[in-house]
């Protein structure tokens, strides 16, 4: 399924793999959520608003760009692809919600709460989730070993040990707190690390990559996760509300601990770029046709949305 040279030494139009892979997700995702007319019909147009929002695709690319290194099958890809796409999109409705960040504006448009209501929007978010797993248990080829290890490695990223809920947790509990870099890492390496590094775990184990391969990918997720949390600080700090699709300037209005205030803007900027370098050395590690997990962590630190 590969339909760019990853492994080529010319350089790999990432922008392009951007837009043609998320076309594709699109798609998917659309053949795997509910029809926006299936009653209850609310829920499920809430499900699709936010999904369909217009977000970067950044966690489904990286399991299809990791998958692809290893030929995995599009048809067992895809759908694990998608599900990382729900549980983030699950995550940002209720990390937007009144009694989390409070956000009025994502992807460009009002939040799912404002649209819907609350308690529409709560049941948007744990529709996703649950709509994710089922879409993993799903029949795929992959064999009731591998499938099972596919559901086990999400479920401990979206769950509250080093992971997307216990991230938010310690980032709650320290608002309004003095926090030294040590524990900012902690926080981010769970609340946005850990499905990032779930992306790439996912589709190197779809693709039935060996255990050297999965422990440099893995080390490659996490530093391409950090470095995304950074580069997301200080976007939050450089750029406007328009850019970013998403309230701009909202952690320094409400006091909390960024890698921008912790170490000014240009040494959060050193420290992203230090991970995209340490992330490409481990990609080239796993293998010779990680080039475009190359280019993704580039990205990840140069874009501007
Ligand atoms: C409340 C039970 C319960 C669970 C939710 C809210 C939550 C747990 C976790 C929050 C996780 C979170 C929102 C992390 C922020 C990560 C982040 C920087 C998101 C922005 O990601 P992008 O830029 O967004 O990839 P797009 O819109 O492009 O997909």
Redo the contacts with the bound molecule.
């Keep these: 399924m590969r339909a760019f040279p990853s492994n080529s030494a010319a350089p790999v139009a990432v922008g392009e793999y951007f837009r043609q892979k998320s076309a594709q997700v699109d798609e998917w995702l659309d053949r795997l959520l509910p029809r926006e007319a299936e009653p209850p019909a609310e829920i499920h147009r809430a499900m699709r608003y936010s999904t369909f929002a217009g ?2 695709r ?1 966690r489904p690319i990286l399991a299809i760009a990791t998958g692809e290194i290893f030929d995995a099958d599009e048809r067992a890809l895809l759908p694990a692809a998608c599900a990382l796409e729900m549980i ?1 999109t699950y ?2 409705i ?2 937007d919600l009144p009694a ?1 960040d409070d956000d009025g504006l994502r ?1 460009g448009r009002p939040t799912c709460h404002v649209v819907f209501g609350e308690a529409m929007a709560i049941l948007a978010g744990d529709a996703l989730l649950t709509q994710s797993f089922r879409t993993l248990a799903e029949p795929a080829g992959l064999g009731p070993e591998r499938q099972l290890q596919v559901i086990a490695e999400v479920a401990q990223a979206a769950g509250t040990v080093r992971a ?2 216990g ?2 947790v310690l980032d709650l509990q320290s608002e309004g707190k003095p926090i030294d870099g040590g524990r900012l890492d902690e926080i981010h390496r769970a ?2 690390g850990a499905l990032i590094r779930c992306a790439v775990r996912v589709g190197a184990l779809v693709g039935g990559a060996g255990e050297r391969e999965l422990a440099h990918l893995t080390e490659y997720g996490e530093k391409a996760g950090l470095a995304f ?1 950074i580069a ?1 600080d200080v976007l939050d700090e450089t750029s406007t509300s328009e850019q970013l ?1 998403k309230t701009a300037g909202k952690d320094a209005a409400k006091n909390k601990a960024t890698y921008a205030a912790l170490y000014g803007i240009a040494g959060a900027r050193e420290r992203a770029a230090a991970l995209c370098r340490e992330a490409i050395e481990a990609a080239r590690r796993a293998s010779r046709e990680a080039r475009l997990l190359e280019e993704i962590a580039r990205f990840i630190v140069e874009r501007n949305s």
Excluded: E, N, P, V
């Design positions: 977000g970067k950044l983030h995550s940002l209720h990390d989390m992807r997307l809920i991230g938010q609340k946005t949390q997301d699709g």
